[in-house]
């Protein structure tokens, strides 16, 4: 049997997204022998590895980010999430078509477009991605002082980031926007991969469910990929309260910003977000009479 050098992933991905064929593993290795120590061949006979280990999802990375992205350096402290590369450059690509409403169709890029990335965490990623596709500046939030360190070392060291992306601290866990949003700034889109879970927990039980689903179930501590920092993965109310105050907080900066976007994890949210959205809608119309 012939050996495949690629890893199918989701069908669904953006066509733009650059690893909707796979990973070429051959080609990565080269770019990066550190991923060679991780990489192994499957029972079905295609190269692969093991997503459970945080080491080798790090050095998969490293590698996509060299091979696609053109950034020369990038590392996270252990404690923080490693970030899946394709999920991350699909949100991009979707953000990218929802700009082209607003541009005849056409995808805006170049410098003079400009995103705010709600905490951007140590990884930086969105930014990354969106600048290499799309030439986008970003700013990028934080409330966690490591995290931002963290991702200003990937800014200062990548040369192409040190013009397009600012990073700018949150003080406040209370506010979203405030204070990180200025007076003179407009922004074309906010992107947020908010903080999902409603406590330790159940971020915990989350954990433990996505090594079930890599068939690496174990009672303990859960690997470190699935860890991460507490404001990561976990915020009071959940990602109900983190959105919702968004909803709500975004409508004092209606004028800054024309699209505001949010991952979101538990479809059973989408109904009161859809009901939060319209009082906020309903309140805004008001106010213009």
């Not at 400009?114 to 951007?120: E, N, Q, S, T, Y």
């Not at 500046?137 to 600012?166: H, R």
């Not at 908010?194 to 890599?214: M, V």
């Not at 105050?245 to 059973?268: D, G, P, R």
Request: proline share 5%.
């Amino acid at each position: 049997m012939k050996k495949e050098t690629t890893t199918s992933i989701k069908k669904n991905l953006h066509p733009r997204n650059k690893h909707i064929n796979g990973y070429d593993f051959t080609s990565l290795v080269e770019i990066n022998p550190k991923l060679k120590d991780f990489v192994f061949t499957n029972a079905y006979g295609n190269e692969t590895i093991d997503f459970a280990i945080p080491a080798a999802v790090k050095a998969l990375n490293k590698s996509l980010l060299l091979a696609y992205y053109n950034i020369t350096f990038w590392d996270i402290p252990k404690t923080n999430l490693c970030p899946p590369i394709p999920g991350r450059a699909d949100y991009v690509h979707y953000i990218a078509d929802l700009l082209a409403l607003e541009n005849k169709n056409k995808i805006p890029t170049g410098r003079n477009i400009k995103g705010l990335d709600i905490g951007v965490g140590a990884n930086c990623i969105y930014p990354i991605i969106g600048n290499s596709e799309y030439g986008w500046q970003f700013v990028g939030t934080e409330t966690d002082i490591p995290s931002l360190k963290a991702c200003a070392k990937i800014v200062e060291n990548n040369e192409k980031l040190q013009k397009d992306v600012v990073l700018r601290i949150q003080q406040s866990k209370r506010n979203i926007f405030k204070n990180c949003i200025l007076e003179n700034d407009r922004f074309d889109f906010v992107i947020c991969n908010p903080p999902f879970h409603a406590s330790r927990e159940e971020a915990t039980k989350g954990s433990q469910r996505k090594l079930r689903n890599l068939g690496k179930a174990k009672d303990g501590k859960p690997v470190l990929n699935f860890s991460g920092q507490n404001n990561e993965l976990w915020t009071e109310g959940g990602e109900l309260a983190f959105i919702t105050n968004m909803i709500y907080e975004s409508a004092h900066f209606n004028k800054q910003c024309l699209w505001f976007t949010s991952l979101v994890s538990k479809k059973e949210n989408l109904k009161p977000f859809y009901n939060h959205l319209k009082k906020q809608v309903q309140l805004m119309s008001k106010q213009l009479i």
